[in-house]
């Protein structure tokens, strides 16, 4: 079954639609080809990051105070000199055409529509010019890069420029596409229809890597991708371009305290969904030691695993500015094209105000680190937070 083809689904937030993010993606499982599902729902090797990222929101507890104005709550944050409706951004993802026929110019729409930035992925199945258009200056559009070579990062570093991008998102987790066993076992490779334009001069389509038994994704990667990429060619790209750089799959203390010296301007703590490094940790649990070395001087933003409104609360009061979605995005949008993906993210904004409004923040910035405790409470040497004390009269 072709995406869409079934017509669309209820949009969350219409009535008898969705409730809950959970509830689309029951939804959008049963209107994607098995194979489809698979590469948008997996990780790689066993999984163990994949699961990891979500339980790890089941670690924390909010603090709530009671008895504050909570008559006006406002979840809008500042990035990069805009101002964003929530604290939410929809991650970069490849061929969002596998969801819906619409693509990547849906999802703009969506992201325009609830005054988020969308990351348009390098390997996106339309051009960042006609993606631009669709966002109609609604939403702000950062490019994410793959390391393909100076000559094709340039050239997209370029292009984004004139287009109005307002940053660069270097992906630096992925030295090569890890070994996904959904997609070897499914032989995956996008249908030759979808292709991803902007980088069709300089990269043999994905198709053409094809093969019985292998991901075409992994082997296009290890034949395209550079892994001999270091923090020098990161710096010469950021002298390079008037746009911020922002570094996505940052996990240890060290890399974002080099992701500050190299002038990034803002670092995500990512482990791509638990689509590389299977046995990395969970994003959230890498968050406080990221926030702790960066100590205010850049943006911390996360992904991974984000599924409520409280996941969005946690990670603030952990040290994150924002966070990313993923998967949710491409749910909604297998759904109910664009206003399914916007569905998504005014669910994602009206529970994290709902969680603003109940525990006594009334501003994003309110979610401070007294904002959350160890749960369950710390009673042995391993716990998440164990030692740390909740400080008086906070
Ligand atoms: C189908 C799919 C495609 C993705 N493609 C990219 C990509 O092209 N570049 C990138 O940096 N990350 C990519 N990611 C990772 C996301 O940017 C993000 O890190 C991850 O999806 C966040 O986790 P979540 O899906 O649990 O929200 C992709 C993820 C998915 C699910
Ligand atoms: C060489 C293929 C690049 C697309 C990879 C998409 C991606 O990052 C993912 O997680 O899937």
Same mark, same amino acid.
């Given at each position: 079954m $072709? ?22 993606e ?6 994607? $080809? ?5 590469f948008?729902e #997996? ?25 504050v ?5 406002d ?31 849906a ?54 420029a004139?287009? #109005? ?9 992925? $030295? ?22 902007n980088v069709?001069g300089?990269?043999? $389509? ?42 996505k #799959? ?17 670092v ?44 969005i609360?946690?990670?603030l ?10 998967? *949710? ?9 664009? *206003? ?17 409004t ?7 910035t ?11 409470? *710390? ?5 998440p937070?164990?030692?740390e004390?909740i400080?008086?009269?906070?």
């Amino acid at each position: 079954m $072709p995406p869409g083809s079934a017509g669309p689904a209820p949009a969350p937030g219409t009535p008898g639609g969705p409730l809950t993010v959970a509830d689309v993606e029951t939804a959008a499982r049963g209107r994607l $080809p098995a194979d489809v599902w698979d590469f948008i729902e #997996g990780g790689s090797r066993t999984e163990w990051t994949l699961a990891a990222n979500r339980a790890q929101f089941g670690h924390w507890a909010l603090r709530p105070r009671v008895l504050v104005d909570v008559s006006d709550p406002d979840p809008s944050v500042e990035l990069f000199g805009d101002r964003l409706a929530a604290p939410l951004a929809v991650a970069p993802m490849a061929y969002h055409e596998l969801a819906h026929e619409e693509g990547e110019l849906a999802t703009a729409r969506a992201a325009a529509a609830e005054g988020v930035p969308l990351v348009v992925a390098a390997f996106a199945g339309r051009g960042l010019e006609e993606i631009a258009t669709a966002a109609g200056g609604g939403a702000p559009l950062w490019l994410q890069l793959y390391w393909l070579g100076r000559k094709v990062v340039d050239e997209l570093a370029d292009r984004a420029a004139v287009a #109005g991008y307002r940053a660069l998102v270097v992906t630096a987790d992925a $030295p090569r596409v890890a070994r996904r066993l959904r997609d070897v076992r499914n032989s995956f490779a996008p249908p030759p229809h979808i292709r991803a334009v902007n980088v069709d001069g300089a990269v043999p $389509p994905v198709t053409a890597y094809r093969a019985a038994g292998a991901s075409a994704i992994e082997a296009q990667s290890r034949d395209r991708f550079d892994p001999s990429v270091t923090w020098a060619d990161l710096a010469r790209l950021r002298e390079r371009t008037r746009l911020p750089v922002v570094l996505k #799959g940052v996990l240890t203390a060290e890399d974002a305290r080099l992701a500050v010296e190299h002038g990034c301007a803002a670092v995500i703590v990512s482990n791509h969904g638990g689509r590389q490094l299977d046995g990395a940790l969970p994003s959230l649990a890498a968050l406080p030691e990221v926030a702790e070395a960066v100590a205010g001087r850049i943006p911390v933003l996360l992904d991974g695993g984000i599924r409520h409104g409280s996941d969005i609360a946690k990670a603030l009061a952990l040290g994150a500015q924002a966070v990313l979605v993923g998967r *949710p995005v491409l749910w909604g949008l297998a759904c109910a094209g664009a *206003p399914g993906a916007a569905g998504v993210l005014r669910l994602l904004r009206e529970e994290f105000e709902e969680a603003m409004t109940l525990a006594g923040r009334p501003r994003a910035t309110d979610f401070t680190r007294t904002a959350v405790t160890p749960w369950p409470p *710390p009673t042995w040497s391993g716990a998440p937070g164990f030692g740390e004390a909740i400080p008086e009269g906070s």
